[in-house]
């Protein structure tokens, strides 16, 4: 069995487009995992991601890391961001404008590791880039800086916000690939917040739905969003006759595989 | 031209560049704090700095004419434990521009700050790194153009004060008279010639400081286009 690396249980208010909202979140993730933060926009995901990172201080919880304490409200315990071991990479790349590539990758290092600077600059194709400052590349390129930057501080845990939703879908399959080597090369326990259920199967282990401040559902991804292993065995497709409150009136493809009767329940996923 | 031209402009400038200095150093921290605190009464040092802005120079020198003269408590306790008077001194006229100039060199700064995007700071937090490593290795880095404009404000609008200079320095040569000022006196003696020389270097000046600043603000646009 593995050993849980992130234990946390978060709760916040936090103001969204749809009003105030209160996150309550339990995570337990285990040491090199890899899982996914999914749910529709404003739910809260990169506030958790913030939380986390130390980059927003929760209303009350705690956030365990090993034996480490890094928030604990009963305590007063809120370690400072600079000193957890994290690898942050943001959604619009927060790359430095006045750094080069390499610049960015020594920046982030407490001592200067030239052999691990190398190897991201590989792993990331980077090494004819590593001259280049951030307005001279292209999306990929920067968002290829912004996870290598990440990962030069060798951080325990690497969160990913959305890194890859401006990209378009050739560099986006390169770049998971990208992220999933590196992953297994430098066994950060991983957290990615992401709207693509491709990439999100291609990737992670498990997925956190979050809705309503809340999380709703977690399991394996393939569970979760086809529903293979719900237990009642089947699958629907059909067209949405009419929206009411409460109440969706679905008319079913002929051939699919189910069987169902009035008063069922059946859980549907909006992405 | 005479040494007291050339002394008249050696007093504008070293107060030109005295100010532009001391207000660059207390610039950026108060800049940072204004930009980036969550202190709410933070306003009230906003609306404190910007007043001299809206405020008459000759309102404001005749306020710190008061506060620096012997017969008030400030300047009293300046002259009694150190020996200071500041009143139509040039340590006074400093003192003076410092004030006058600072919503031109701290409000720059801020607007530089506030243009660069908040993840940039938060980055550089994730990546280990404190407050000041990051101001100094991140945020002043990214905002070239807007010291570069506190700075050349500063200097110029340093060069063409009057009212407050006046008020509190008067117009002693050698010691207080600046070149704005030796304009006006120039002017009352009906040496129009004298008058004319002090102007037309003040217009030089504050011209190519413009192009200056414009200058280094496009090529600095155009460095971050490549």
Same mark, same amino acid.
């Given at each position: 069995?593995?050993?849980?690396?992130?234990?946390?249980?978060?709760?916040?208010?936090?103001?969204?487009?749809?009003?105030?909202?209160?996150?309550?979140?339990?995570?337990?993730?285990?040491?090199?995992?890899?899982?996914?933060?999914?749910?529709?926009?404003?739910?809260?995901?990169?506030?958790?991601?913030?939380?986390?990172?130390?980059?927003?201080?929760?209303?009350?919880?705690?956030?365990?890391?090993?034996?480490?304490?890094?928030?604990?409200?009963?305590?007063?315990?809120?370690?400072?961001?600079?000193?957890?071991?994290?690898?942050?990479?943001?959604?619009?790349?927060?790359? @430095?404008?006045?750094? +080069?590539?390499?610049?960015?990758?020594?920046?982030?290092?407490?001592?200067?590791?030239?052999?691990?600077?190398?190897?991201?600059?590989?792993?990331?194709?980077?090494?004819?880039?590593?001259?280049?400052?951030?307005?001279?590349?292209?999306?990929?390129?920067?968002?290829?800086?912004?996870? &290598?930057?990440?990962?030069?501080?060798?951080?325990?845990?690497?969160?990913?916000?959305?890194?890859?939703?401006?990209?378009?879908?050739?560099?986006?399959?390169?770049?998971?690939?990208?992220?999933?080597?590196?992953?297994?090369?430098?066994?950060?326990?991983?957290?990615?917040?992401?709207?693509?259920?491709?990439?999100?199967?291609?990737?992670?282990?498990?997925?956190?739905?979050?809705?309503?401040?809340?999380?709703?559902?977690?399991?394996?991804?393939?569970?979760? @969003?086809?529903?293979?292993?719900?237990?009642?065995?089947?699958?629907?497709?059909?067209?949405?006759?009419?929206?009411?409150?409460?109440?969706?009136?679905i008319n079913i493809n002929e051939g699919g595989n189910h069987n169902l009767r009035n008063e069922d329940t059946v859980k549907i996923f909006?992405? | 031209?005479?040494?007291?031209?050339?002394?008249?402009?050696?007093?504008?400038?070293?107060?030109?560049?005295?100010?532009?200095?001391?207000?660059?150093?207390?610039?950026?921290?108060?800049?940072? @704090?204004?930009?980036?605190?969550?202190?709410?009464?933070?306003?009230?040092?906003?609306?404190?700095?910007?007043?001299?802005?809206?405020?008459?120079?000759?309102?404001?020198?005749?306020?710190?004419?008061?506060?620096?003269?012997?017969?008030?408590?400030?300047?009293?306790?300046?002259?009694?434990?150190?020996?200071?008077?500041?009143?139509?001194?040039? +340590?006074?006229? %400093?003192?003076?521009?410092?004030?006058?100039?600072?919503?031109?060199?701290?409000?720059?700064?801020?607007?530089?700050?506030?243009?660069?995007?908040?993840?940039?700071?938060? &980055?550089?937090?994730?990546?280990?790194?404190?407050?000041?490593?990051?101001?100094?290795?991140?945020?002043?880095?990214?905002?070239?153009? &807007?010291?570069?404009?506190?700075?050349?404000?500063?200097?110029?609008?340093?060069?063409?004060?009057?009212?407050?200079?006046?008020?509190?320095?008067?117009?002693?040569?050698?010691? +207080?008279?600046?070149?704005?000022? &030796?304009?006006?006196?120039?002017?009352?003696? %009906?040496?129009?010639?004298?008058?004319?020389?002090?102007?037309?270097?003040?217009? %030089?000046?504050?011209?190519?400081?413009?192009?200056?600043?414009?200058?280094?603000?496009?090529?600095?646009?155009?460095?971050?286009?490549?």
């Open positions: 069995m593995e050993e849980n690396l992130i234990d946390l249980h978060l709760i916040k208010d936090i103001h969204t487009i749809e009003g105030k909202i209160k996150l309550d979140i339990n995570l337990d993730i285990p040491e090199y995992g890899f899982v996914t933060l999914f749910g529709k926009s404003g739910v809260g995901k990169t506030t958790i991601l913030r939380m986390i990172s130390g980059l927003t201080k929760p209303d009350s919880g705690y956030i365990k890391v090993g034996t480490e304490n890094w928030f604990n409200s009963n305590n007063e315990i809120n370690v400072k961001a600079q000193e957890r071991n994290i690898g942050f990479v943001f959604q619009d790349y927060a790359l @430095f404008p006045n750094m +080069t590539v390499e610049e960015h990758l020594y920046y982030a290092q407490k001592q200067r590791d030239v052999k691990h600077v190398n190897e991201l600059l590989d792993i990331f194709n980077l090494k004819g880039l590593k001259k280049r400052k951030p307005d001279t590349l292209s999306g990929g390129q920067k968002q290829r800086a912004a996870v &290598a930057r990440a990962l030069a501080r060798k951080p325990r845990i690497l969160l990913l916000d959305e890194p890859l939703s401006a990209l378009d879908g050739e560099t986006r399959l390169i770049l998971q690939q990208e992220i999933m080597t590196a992953h297994k090369s430098f066994l950060a326990t991983t957290i990615l917040v992401s709207h693509d259920i491709d990439e999100i199967s291609r990737l992670t282990d498990k997925v956190y739905v979050v809705d309503n401040g809340k999380i709703i559902n977690s399991g394996k991804p393939e569970i979760i @969003f086809n529903n293979k292993e719900a237990g009642s065995g089947f699958s629907v497709n059909g067209k949405i006759i009419s929206v009411r409150e409460n109440e969706l009136t909006h992405y | 031209m005479d040494k007291l031209f050339f002394q008249t402009f050696e007093i504008s400038i070293k107060l030109a560049l005295l100010t532009t200095i001391i207000l660059f150093i207390i610039g950026i921290p108060t800049a940072y @704090f204004l930009n980036y605190s969550k202190f709410r009464l933070k306003i009230i040092l906003q609306a404190f700095i910007s007043m001299p802005l809206v405020l008459p120079p000759s309102v404001l020198g005749f306020y710190l004419l008061l506060a620096f003269s012997p017969n008030y408590w400030f300047g009293d306790f300046l002259a009694r434990f150190f020996d200071i008077r500041l009143a139509f001194t040039f +340590t006074g006229i %400093l003192a003076g521009s410092l004030i006058y100039n600072l919503p031109f060199m701290v409000n720059s700064l801020q607007t530089g700050f506030s243009n660069l995007p908040q993840s940039l700071k938060d &980055a550089s937090y994730t990546l280990g790194k404190t407050r000041i490593t990051t101001l100094i290795k991140v945020l002043l880095p990214n905002i070239k153009p &807007a010291i570069l404009t506190g700075i050349c404000l500063t200097f110029a609008h340093t060069i063409g004060e009057f009212g407050v200079i006046l008020m509190i320095g008067g117009n002693i040569p050698g010691r +207080t008279r600046v070149a704005s000022i &030796a304009v006006y006196d120039e002017v009352q003696s %009906l040496n129009f010639s004298m008058a004319h020389k002090y102007s037309f270097f003040l217009f %030089l000046f504050s011209f190519i400081i413009l192009v200056f600043i414009y200058g280094i603000n496009k090529e600095f646009l155009k460095w971050k286009k490549i």
